[in-house]
């Protein structure tokens, strides 16, 4: 722990199947919106399903210039403009931010592979010579690197790959970086694109519903994939009261454990999950009495929901029958290694509004998933302190905590 340096969250950008704003994510979210629907980036008919969550209507040349976007893959396309909005929405100043001070640290996935997938198809198909410029944003560093340039940031600088929770990975390690010392503001996050290599994977693994997913429901057949960006920019606490910024929450602490069990399976008893709650609300100083609500992994698999829901009744006890839970990946999908910056983002904007996001999609009750799921309906309720969970694939597990600050 670091308690002599807090960590405030003073920007949101969020693109996704919701919208392109996060005022379109968070109407969309309160709403209880699906943007899961039929896949138009590649062809799905040789797959046994067709839908995904995809971010619909983005028009890149609106945005960057045509020497710009033959060097950007899709999501270097969505984290730029997610970027653009946070910064904009921190209110910072930039012509007298000292730059060495501010940093960038994402969560990623796939990053450029659609851009790789079309590279290896012109090659395959021998219809035009592939541009070797599809190759350059390859990496899922090249988000990370394109934020950092744009904005002259000279701070740190990381971007952190594990699997499904890269991007709360990514936001606990920036608040430590702020919290230590080590800089002011961090511009954190994640952006990860659909592409057929994850869709054809998740598809062979029968981990895919064919319908709309449906976490926590007895029926549940599987995740829908998605894709989005969520950049969100934190900074220490006192700097941001001083300059008199608008705070969203606080960043107050976060975990980090492993299950050591399997490449896609969690702990059956959700042991691994349960440590890494544990971890992060003791890493922020908090109770588990003092928790209101729960964003949760949620991907509406067999095992996952069990484990989880495991995992909140060993931490909690009697009391996580009292705590609100819901999965916003009913809405946007799993949207891989932007999910846990998509689900920080709503977890900040439910402290911050009172509101706590609906799981849709949910009609039936599981015996051994036997929490309140916040069933299809948005509620109302003050908010103290609120969790987010990020269970990934090989265990690598992430749980961030966020506290309400009281508005000036």
Partial sequence: MYPQRKVAVVGLGVVSALGMTAKDFWDGLVKGRCG????????????????????????????????????????????????????????????????????????????????????????????????????????????????????????????????????????????????????????????????????????????????????????????????????LVLEEMERAKARGARIYAELAGYGIAGDAYHMTAPEANGGGAARTIAGALDDAGVSPEEVDYINAHGTATRFNDVAETAAIKSVFGEKAYGIPVSSIKSMIGHCLGAAGGLEAAATVLSVYHGIIPPTINYG???????????????????????????LAFGGNNTTIVVKKVQKS
Avoid: W
């Avoid at 039936?364 to 990020?390: F, G, M, Q, W």
């Fill in 36 to 231: 899961i629907g039929q896949l138009s980036l590649f062809d799905t008919s040789a797959y046994r399903t067709h839908l995904g969550a995809e971010v619909r209507g983005l028009d890149p040349a609106m945005h960057f210039g045509k020497k710009e976007l033959g060097r950007m893959s899709r999501c270097d396309v969505l984290g730029m403009i997610a970027a653009r909005e946070a910064m904009f929405d921190s209110g910072l100043d930039f012509a007298t931010l000292d730059k060495e001070t501010v940093g960038v640290v994402l969560g990623g996935g796939a990053g450029g592979m659609l851009s790789g997938e079309k590279y290896r198809r012109d090659l395959h198909e021998k219809k035009r010579a592939p541009r070797p410029s599809l190759l350059i944003p390859f990496s899922p560093s090249v988000t990370t690197d394109y934020i950092a340039i744009e904005f002259g940031l000279e701070g740190p600088r990381a971007t952190i790959v594990t699997a499904c929770s890269s991007s709360s990975t990514s936001i606990g390690y920036a608040a430590d970086l702020i919290r230590r010392g080590d800089a002011d503001i961090i511009v954190t996050g994640g952006s990860d694109a659909m592409c057929e290599l994850t869709y054809s994977g998740f598809n062979s693994l029968r981990a895919v519903d064919e319908g709309p997913c449906r976490p926590f429901d007895i029926n549940r057949k599987g995740l829908s994939l998605g894709e989005g960006a969520s950049i």
């Fill in 364 to 390: 039936n009750k599981d015996p051994h998933c036997d929490l309140d799921y916040t069933p299809n309906e948005a509620r109302h309720k003050d908010l103290r302190v609120a969790i987010s969970n990020s």
